[in-house]
Each structure stands twice: as C-alpha cells, then as structure tokens.
C-alpha cells in the first residue's frame, strides 16, 4: 500500500538507538522486523511512501507502532524561543517518531544493550532470533521473528553462542519469571511512571537507564527521559544540569532529538 506521511523518516527513525531489527537497505528501501512481522518501505517521494503489507495489517498494527496518529509538528510549538540547540537538532531529526514496540522484545534488546555498540547489540539479537525464534520468508528474504520467553528458555543453551556475556544469566532469569508470572509485563502498563520504573527494576539486570528506554519504547511514557553519556553532556552543556521545565511533559522525545542530533555531530 501506499501513503503520505508527514514527520516520518526511516532513514532517521532506523538510526536513532530505540529500535534494533530497523535496517536501511539502501537510501531509500528500508526493512523492518517487528515481532513475527516484516515490513519493507520504499521512499517514493518525500512524503509518500510504499509498505509491503496490506491496508489492514498496516492500520491494525503499524499504525500505532509508528505512532502516526500523532503530530510531531507540535513539539516545534514548545520550543524556547532561545533554544537555538534544540530548534538544530529538530530540523537535524526531521522525521523522527518514537516506536511503540513489543515489550518483551524491548525489554530483552535493551538489556543486551548495555555497554555494547549498537552494531553489537543487532548482532546479538539477530543471533538469538536465528537461535530461538521461528524461519519465515518474505519474498526470497529469510527472516527470524523475535522468539517468545518460553522459546528463549527451553532453548537456553543455544543462546551461549550470541555474545551476551554477563547478561545471558539475565536473560535466562526474567523468561523463566515472566513464564512462572511472577513479571507481568502487561499489568504494569497501567501504573504510574514512578511505579512501572521501579517494577522494571526489579528485574535483574535493569537499572534505571534501560527501565527508562523500556518505559519510553514500549510502554511510550513520552515524559520519561532516558539519560546515556549523550544526553548528560546535552544536559550538562546546554540546560545546567536539567531538563528545561517546557520540555518535562515531552521530555522522552525531545531527547531523542538532542541524541540523534548529539551521537552524529559529535560536538561535546
């Protein structure tokens, strides 16, 4: 199907650090895993794009995975009229949208996350899903979905070859919790920021940064600020130390803009 689409770029949203099945294949094809699905987008001009699935598929999931039904255009509207830094780094992420993602697979990819480069964490990914999860084709594409917590665990030996080091036993740990229900990644949806944060902490392996990047990428708590060596120079350089207070209610995209705009340029 085809379709216009304002404030969206794959280019942009494949490279901005929340999402690690996002690839481009070329400058304008790129491709998508997200759980069992696969989704090829084709830039046709510079708003219209072609998806490989059909109008249902498409409304009924990828709709609210890119967060179409919002206006990012409305994020310009709260800048500071002073605020040369963040007004650059919006016209640098033009096209920038916060995913909303599986929470078990961002759970399970942010955890491997750490102090990992992001080429490192893909490859670990992509090596339990060949490991565990389930063979599908698109077109002549071979592709592994993102495997369950009961796929994880029963094969829990396979994953010894996919470069997880210390976090393996944490992996291991929070299938084998989320099977026996003692984590609920579905209840904690409906509780507040400071609580689903501290539920995600709880888990082992997770601390505030990752809890902060699930909180924002899979539960889309747009206010929650994720904070990596990026932002904290960001945060440090630009704004004394904190989050301006026009920012707070939007501050989980707005530091997706800042380090997008930070990690390419470099300048801190």
Request: proline residues 3%; positive net charge.
């Amino acid at each position: 199907m085809k379709i216009k689409i304002d404030s969206f770029n794959p280019y942009v949203i494949a490279n901005s650090g929340q999402c690690f099945r996002m690839n481009m294949v070329d400058e304008k094809v790129c491709h998508l895993i997200a759980k069992d699905k696969f989704l090829e987008i084709k830039r046709i001009s510079n708003d219209e794009y072609e998806f490989s699935c059909d109008k249902k598929t498409f409304d009924s999931f990828f709709y609210e995975y890119f967060d179409l039904n919002n206006d990012y255009k409305k994020y310009k509207r709260v800048l500071k009229k002073d605020d040369i830094f963040l007004k650059n780094c919006i016209l640098y992420s033009k096209g920038l949208r916060i995913l909303k993602q599986d929470k078990f697979e961002t759970l399970i990819s942010f955890i491997i996350s750490q102090r990992k480069s992001i080429p490192a964490i893909k490859t670990s990914i992509e090596r339990i899903c060949e490991s565990c999860g389930e063979k599908k084709k698109y077109k002549n594409i071979t592709y592994y979905t993102f495997p369950s917590p009961f796929e994880i665990y029963k094969n829990k030996e396979k994953l010894k070859s996919c470069g997880l080091g210390y976090r393996l036993p944490y992996i291991v740990e929070v299938c084998k919790n989320i099977i026996d229900k003692r984590v609920d990644l579905e209840k904690i949806d409906k509780m507040t920021n400071e609580e689903l944060l501290s539920e995600l902490m709880k888990i082992k392996g997770v601390g505030i940064k990752v809890a902060s990047c699930v909180a924002l990428f899979a539960y889309r708590r747009i206010d929650i600020c994720p904070i990596d060596v990026w932002i904290s120079r960001v945060l440090n350089s630009k704004y004394n130390g904190e989050m301006p207070r026009e920012y707070k209610k939007y501050a989980g995209i707005i530091q997706q803009y800042w380090f997008y705009y930070a990690k390419d340029h470099k300048v801190f």
